[in-house]
């Protein structure tokens, strides 16, 4: 994987650098500490400022006080049944750009986050087989492409 990274660190598309040259920065809104440290490790390798919440609410803040210019977010967490939190962080959040990163496999789910706001939606587990789908995804939207 660390090879693959260090692949990932230098593409243009793939990279977590703006175009001025200055890392992006990613929060990731995230209660399974495993998989929020996995994201977290990831994306600081390929380049970008990386910020943590492990709740909606505590991701508010986060927003409000880093601005980072892309949110990956999962839907379930303790106290939240799937679009509740994210339905409520974009409603409190409107600049947010949301790229969901779930387990949810639930259709109707999918497209109801994408109605409200989200501006992708990934299944967990990520696997190195679309992790460059994401890291791309990641910074267009970061981008605001």
């Known amino acids: 994987m660390e ?12 990279n977590g650098i703006g175009s001025d040259q200055k890392p992006l920065k990613v929060l990731i809104i995230e209660d399974a500490p495993a998989f929020r440290e996995f994201l977290h490790a990831i994306f600081k390798q ?5 910020f943590l919440a492990i709740s909606p ?5 986060e927003f409000q006080k880093s601005s980072p210019d892309v949110i990956t977010m999962d839907l379930w967490m ?3 049944n799937g679009l509740d939190g994210f339905s409520k962080f974009i409603s409190e959040n409107k ?3 949301v790229i969901i990163i779930s387990m949810d496999r639930d259709k109707d789910r999918t497209k109801e986050a994408l109605k409200l706001g989200a501006k992708d939606f990934f299944l967990k587990p990520v696997e190195e087989s ?12 970061a981008l605001g492409e």
């Open 3 to 14: 090879r693959l990274l260090e692949k990932y660190n230098h593409d243009p598309l793939t």
């Open 46 to 50: 390929v380049g970008y400022e990386v």
């Open 57 to 61: 609410q505590q991701g508010h803040e």
């Open 78 to 80: 303790p106290g939240h």
């Open 95 to 97: 600049d947010a750009k």
């Open 130 to 141: 679309n992790l460059r789908q994401l890291l791309t995804r990641l910074k267009a939207v």
